[in-house]
């Protein structure tokens, strides 16, 4: 992995989400690059509710993309990842899961999705999915050969009750199992597969396709009345479902153990990076956890803001907004230990402390 200039990335459908109005930002990507993403279309409630009453369609691009293949390769990779990639027992399968330092912090997410006995394609954050790339690399035997797809690929996710009634109308697969995908036989999509993930609390299927098909699919998708969203959107949902992501809930100085993880981690499994270290945290118990809170009047906590109980802080949110689903404020926070749900502290808020009840996510119904 040559070093080289830094760039401004675009994805494929930049132009499309400048027709639409986009307001963008720029995202670390790698090491030295950034990226322009979408993160709203000017209306990021209206855009939530789209995803909840009907479908939404993120574009998320901007994720790294590494491909594995080669004897060994599986193997290989459960020696790595805190997931059982055993569980991958037939191809067409994907599993969410995470790569640990050896103390146990989190160097990224990793969706992996197996394509044979020996190939498989990873996705990693924009920001951290080199990282991980590097550290796949040096621990992976030489006959496990790892390329990126470096911009080869549109990744839209399609979210909402209406989105397998959508993207099938389209000659998209939908209805399989969760964390299963298929693959499109269907002009103009062959080629391209489509996971059922239903992360954010609906329906829902990320696409993955050459950038040509991913452009015709965006705009088939919005004159089917699917609906734009950006990635306030996306962390909106995320939030109301109570997901950790890196660089809140999840990171260097936060291990899965702490986050409420422990489902993406195979314990059984003899190795993995940072095991040890999880397994004595697990065994002792963390000195904190990550619980919901949700607000008790009309305040909205801040995020990365101190939580109270009488004049002792017990903690920090680390995701925080107003929720349309509840109609109230809600947060992700690492609590002391002894916290359960039910109990009343303060976190701070704009204008001062707010009254919050600790709660176990997800907060919508």
């Known amino acids: 992995m040559a070093d080289k200039e830094s760039k401004v990335r675009r994805s494929p459908l930049h132009e499309r989400h400048e027709a639409l109005g986009a307001r963008f930002e720029e995202w670390k990507w790698g090491r030295k ?77 990793i969706l992996v999705n197996r394509f044979t006995k020996s190939g498989f394609e990873l996705f990693g954050t924009a920001a951290n999915w080199l990282d991980a790339a590097i550290v796949i690399d040096d621990y992976t035997p030489g006959l496990v050969e790892l390329a990126v797809l470096d911009g080869s690929q549109v990744l839209l996710e399609v979210h909402g009750p209406e989105s397998a009634q959508m993207l099938g109308r389209l000659g998209i697969p939908v209805g399989h199992p969760h964390m299963d995908f298929e693959i499109a036989t269907l002009e103009p999509w062959e080629g391209a597969w489509a996971c059922r993930t239903d992360r954010l609390g609906e329906e829902s299927y990320l696409v993955v396709m050459l950038p040509e098909p991913g452009l ?21 949902l995320r939030l109301e479902q109570g997901l950790p992501k890196h660089g809140s809930e999840l990171g260097p100085d936060v291990n899965p153990v702490e986050a409420r993880m422990g489902w993406a981690v195979g314990w059984s499994k003899e190795a993995f990076h940072g095991k040890e270290s999880l397994e004595s945290i697990r065994t002792a118990g963390p000195a904190r956890r990550l619980w919901g809170l949700e607000a008790l009047d009309d305040g909205v906590p801040l995020s990365g803001a101190a939580v109270f109980e009488g004049d002792r802080q017990v903690g920090v949110t680390t995701s925080a907004g107003y929720s349309p689903t509840v109609d109230k404020g809600i947060a992700l926070a690492l609590l002391d230990s002894g916290l359960e749900p039910g109990a009343r502290l303060e976190a701070a808020g704009p204008e001062g402390r707010i009254p919050v009840r600790v709660v176990k996510p997800p907060f919508t119904p």
């Open 33 to 109: 690059d950034t990226q322009l993403v979408p993160m709203d279309y000017g209306d990021t409630y209206g855009e939530h509710a789209a995803v909840r009453e009907r479908a939404g369609v993120f574009d998320l691009s901007h994720q790294g993309q590494i491909m594995l293949h080669g004897l060994g390769t599986g193997k290989a990779l459960n020696a790595i990842l805190t997931n059982d990639i055993d569980q991958l027992n037939s191809v067409g399968k994907s599993q969410y899961s995470l790569l640990c330092d050896r103390d146990g912090g989190v160097i990224d997410e």
């Open 216 to 236: 015709k699919l965006w705009d088939a998708l919005l004159a089917s009345g699917a609906s734009a969203c950006g990635l306030d959107a996306y962390d909106l």
